[in-house]
């Protein structure tokens, strides 16, 4: 059974301050999804990582893949309140229909 | 676009009740599934569809039951309901299993309380 942890469950931060936000495991993934879903809605995809060492960014947000394909780690640079919400991980298993999704880290940036 | 729809987005029920959650999608995607998500519990997976005519069990498939309608639509059936099933139900979709990464799509949720 594939699992993924991430870490840490809960963060709370001032608006302006950076973060990361890991999400580990001992599988290999052939891909590793991030999700942010906000309150009340359902998840959105944020980005796919897909190569050992893959780093993507988007605006503010840095996102980047193990070299060995067992772990990622999201990293905002001058948090927002707009930034706030629960951070999902999602892992794709070789020829897997079902995602392996980690519990979610969640955020809550303080103006 | 509408992407994954979901109907209703809020739901009461009775212990012992039934109801079926809708769900729709519009991306032409062969894949769809059923979570659920609970405080500490993370997403859980229900049922899946990995293609039309196809139904498989997930995870927590106890006290549920599913119907892949046709390639848009996917049903979830809650025949004598809980007050243990009250969760948000989400519904996603996913393209071919035969290109990667495989990314799944969800739906705004519904919200079911049993009392």
């Known amino acids: 059974t594939q699992l993924l942890e991430q870490s840490p469950q809960f963060l709370s931060i001032q608006e302006g301050e950076n973060l990361t936000v890991y999400c580990n495991s001992s599988?290999?993934?052939?891909?590793l999804q991030w999700y942010r879903q906000e309150p009340g809605e359902g998840p959105v995809l944020l980005v796919t990582?897909?190569?050992?060492?893959e780093v993507k960014k988007l605006k503010r947000l840095t996102f980047q893949f193990g070299d060995a394909r067992k772990d990622s780690s999201l990293h905002i640079t001058a948090a927002q309140p707009g930034d706030t919400g629960l951070y999902l991980c999602a892992g794709e298993g070789a020829g897997s229909y079902q995602l392996t999704f980690g519990k979610g880290t969640k955020l809550s940036v303080i103006p | 676009n509408a992407g994954v729809t979901q109907t209703p987005k809020f739901q009461v029920l009775k212990t012992g009740q039934s109801m079926t959650l809708q769900c729709a999608q519009d991306?032409?995607?062969?894949?769809m599934y059923w979570y659920r998500q609970d405080p500490g519990m993370g997403l859980r997976l229900i049922y899946y569809?990995?293609?039309?005519?196809?139904?498989d069990k997930g995870e927590v498939p106890n006290g549920y039951n599913v119907s892949r309608l046709n390639k848009r639509e996917f049903s979830l059936r809650l025949e004598s309901a809980a007050p243990s099933q009250t969760s948000v139900y989400f519904c996603?979709?996913?393209?071919?299993?035969?290109?990667?990464?495989?990314?799944?799509?969800f739906g705004p949720g519904t919200r079911l309380t049993v009392t």
């Open positions: 569809s990995a293609s039309e005519g196809t139904t």
């Open positions: 991306m032409n995607h062969n894949s």
């Open positions: 996603a979709s996913s393209g071919d299993r035969d290109r990667s990464p495989y990314e799944q799509y």
């Open positions: 990582v897909v190569t050992g060492g």
């Open positions: 599988s290999v993934f052939s891909s």
